[in-house]
């Protein structure tokens, strides 16, 4: 099973990075983060798996694909802002992370705004006037 691999390898690097800790701090952050992106590139196909039937299943429902895009970018830029902040903490920059955090909620909501003012049109549209 894939996640007993990804767990499996994660575990592993986290001992390691516990015994480099102690002598060289530098390089169990550098193993940290190069774990990471392995994981991540690891689970780029099943990313893209999902991306595709998410696709499919609004072309088949006649839903715009531009809104069903706009929804995964914001999910990406969520992921990725958290999967950034959680190596800014690793490496002890708690205030980094902050930043990096609050960076992705604001660049959600700039991609949220076009969908926002699709509800509220279609909202206004149904109140008799």
Not at 47 to 73: C, F, G, H, P
Not at 113 to 124: D, G, K, L, N, Y
């Amino acid at each position: 099973m894939e996640i007993i691999q990804i767990v499996g390898l994660g575990m592993i690097a986290t001992f390691l990075a516990l015994v480099v800790k102690e002598h060289k701090p530098m390089f169990a952050f550098l193993l940290t983060v190069f774990v990471g992106v392995i994981i991540f590139i690891f689970l780029i196909d099943k990313i893209a798996t999902i991306i595709t039937m998410l696709e499919d299943l609004a072309s088949r429902a006649n839903i715009n694909l531009i809104y069903v895009q706009t929804v995964l970018k914001i999910i990406g830029i969520a992921y990725i802002a958290e999967f950034g902040a959680q190596i800014a903490k690793d490496a002890g920059q708690g205030a980094m992370a902050s930043k990096i955090e609050m960076a992705g909620k604001v660049l959600i909501m700039v991609m949220a705004i076009p969908i926002i003012s699709v509800i509220i049109e279609t909202i206004i549209g149904f109140i008799p006037g």
